[in-house]
């Protein structure tokens, strides 16, 4: 099975997760270019207050009534507070997509973005104590080589580096903080540990823990870069409340609650592995949409990734003591009888 996608619900989420940020990235670069100014740090606010509504309606329907969900809060406040660390990150990293979308095309910010695999595979394995094998390294570092020929032709001299200093440093911040985000709430959304004992403490009751906090977070970050003014003004609501704009703000929302299903029945690698596919996809669909040249990197860099994907897939045959050791083996006669 791909990947280890073996049941119909890890498909879906797998596919839907995919789907979602590949739409994303594509409508984004769309509002920059063809859309009326606006604040991003405004619709990133009134995205997670949509996430948070959408978090706490599934569980009243799915989870338990108000009194339910009131005493599950209560009984939970220190989970509440934890999930400041992994929304503060989160918060940074959104606000980062709309302006290092503005430095790059969709297809460049999507290869580029999948450098944070070989952070994650890191991480995970210090926090998980899972070792990965050695297929699945040699893919990682094929997705991450991969990335890197995409952006190949750009930094043939040190004055295009310099030129484009700032640019990447934000990108480096933002897989930074998207790979500590993942990894950090993963172990919130598995560990039994950090959760109060006979208190139901679903996937949607942590998602909207997680969309508190994030709200609290861009107000903050509204109110220290001075612009909570210019984000209430009414010519940004305006430019808030156009389709293009909304439709960011419907797929950002649900692609955060897909989010936490993901970590929750699968990992932050296969998170970054996906990340990864987008690469494809957007890559095309920039083409098609924009007009984004496909030039012979980005070729290159497609095809590595696609090949990385499927070697992470693919198990490690066992070595020759190992296969002796199975049962019904063969083993050759050595003379010793």
Not at 21 to 43: E, I, M
Request: aromatic content about 10%.
């Amino acid at each position: 099975m791909v990947l280890g996608l073996d049941t119909a619900l890890k498909q879906g989420i797998f596919t839907l997760y995919v789907l979602l940020w590949v739409s994303c990235h594509l409508l984004v670069y769309r509002s920059k270019h063809d859309a009326p100014a606006y604040n991003s740090t405004s619709v990133v606010l009134l995205t997670e207050l949509v996430k948070l509504l959408m978090a706490t309606g599934l569980y009243l329907l799915q989870d338990g009534g108000p009194s339910v969900l009131w005493r599950s809060t209560i009984a939970s406040l220190p989970l509440l507070a934890r999930y400041s660390v992994p929304a503060l990150l989160y918060c940074v990293y959104n606000n980062l997509v709309y302006t290092n979308l503005t430095f790059f095309d969709p297809g460049t910010y999507n290869v580029l973005m999948q450098l944070r695999i070989i952070m994650t595979g890191l991480l995970y394995q210090a926090l998980f104590a899972k070792r990965l094998n050695r297929n699945q390294w040699l893919a990682i570092v094929l997705i991450a080589v991969g990335c890197m020929c995409k952006e190949a032709g750009k930094l043939g001299s040190a004055a295009t580096v310099h030129a484009n200093l700032g640019a990447w440093v934000l990108l480096g911040a933002q897989m930074l903080c998207s790979v500590l985000a993942g990894v950090y709430n993963e172990v919130l959304l598995k560990s039994d540990g950090v959760k109060p004992a006979g208190v139901k403490v679903t996937t949607n009751l942590q998602n909207a823990f997680m969309y508190c906090n994030s709200i609290l977070w861009n107000g903050a970050f509204l109110a220290a870069k001075g612009t909570l003014e210019q984000a209430l003004s009414p010519s940004n609501w305006a430019a808030i409340c156009t389709p293009l704009v909304l439709s960011i703000i419907a797929i950002m929302s649900t692609v955060g609650l897909v989010t936490g299903f993901f970590l929750k029945h699968l990992d932050s690698v296969l998170k970054a592995i996906a990340s990864a596919l987008e690469v494809v996809a957007t890559c095309l669909m920039s083409f098609v949409l924009f007009g984004v040249p496909l030039d012979g990197f980005t070729l290159v860099a497609s095809t590595m990734v696609g090949f990385g994907v499927a070697l992470y897939s693919r198990p490690i045959p066992p070595s020759r003591q190992e296969y002796e050791l199975l049962p019904g083996a063969y083993t050759e006669d050595r003379g010793d009888k």
